[in-house]
T-cell receptor
């Protein structure tokens, strides 16, 4: 089955700096890669996703890059703000129901004001 | 309406009790999921329903019994749980076929005493 590794497990940055979270996956058949943000006590919410036919996707301060050859994908957050502080999960999925994604172990991001 | 609604938000139950968790969505999604999430860990998939039929059971103990009465509702019946079953139980829904966003409910915080 699919295995997703996520690094780092914790990340602390100063407000305004950039944050990068990296994930690798094992199954070359995976073709959908969502990123979820989960604030303390709240539900995971999709912040951005990328499909395997695209190398990069950007939405305001958030971008995701995908390298299919190397089987890794990364989340980039620029101009971080304290409200970006949360746990971020990457996930990988292949042509099955989206909720059956394999999740990484999560990265706790702290943005210090 | 892009909401997945779960009830109750909190539940405390004894090891001999029987209780049910409920989940509802009105987005027309035909795939629904139950996840278990322990603190600081990623969601773990328990069950997947596709077109109201159980399609995946991730080797979950029989003390957890899912039910999908119709395309909008998903229940999780609980009986004879153990303290280690205490966790956040998340319901999610998505379109079928993968490569689409999964929407999570706010979860039920379950404590088994």
């Amino acid at each position: 089955g699919e295995n997703v590794e996520q690094h780092p497990s914790t990340l602390s940055v100063q407000e305004g700096d950039s944050a990068v979270i990296k994930c690798t996956y094992s199954d070359s058949a995976s073709n959908y890669f969502p990123w979820y943000k989960q604030e303390l006590g709240k539900r995971p919410q999709l912040i951005i996703d990328i499909r395997s036919n695209v190398g990069e996707k950007k939405d305001q301060r958030i971008a995701v890059t995908l390298n299919k050859t190397a089987k890794h994908f990364s989340l980039h957050i620029t101009e971080t703000q304290p409200e970006d502080s949360a746990v971020y999960f990457c996930a990988a999925n292949y042509n099955t129901n989206a909720g059956k994604s394999t999740f990484g172990d999560g990265t706790t991001l702290t943005v210090k004001p | 309406d892009t909401e997945v609604t779960q009830t109750p938000k909190h539940l405390v139950m004894g090891m001999t009790n029987k209780k049910s968790l409920k989940c509802e969505q009105h987005m027309g999604h035909r795939a629904m999921y139950w996840y278990k999430q322990k603190a600081k860990k990623p969601p773990e998939l328990m069950f997947v329903y596709s077109y109201e039929k159980l399609s995946i059971n991730e080797s979950v103990p029989s003390r957890f019994s899912p039910e999908c009465p119709n395309s909008s509702l998903l229940n999780l019946h609980l009986h004879a749980l153990q303290p280690e079953d205490s966790a956040l139980y998340l319901c999610a829904s998505s379109q079928t076929g993968g490569r689409t966003e999964a929407f999570f409910g706010q979860g039920t915080r379950l404590t088994v005493v």
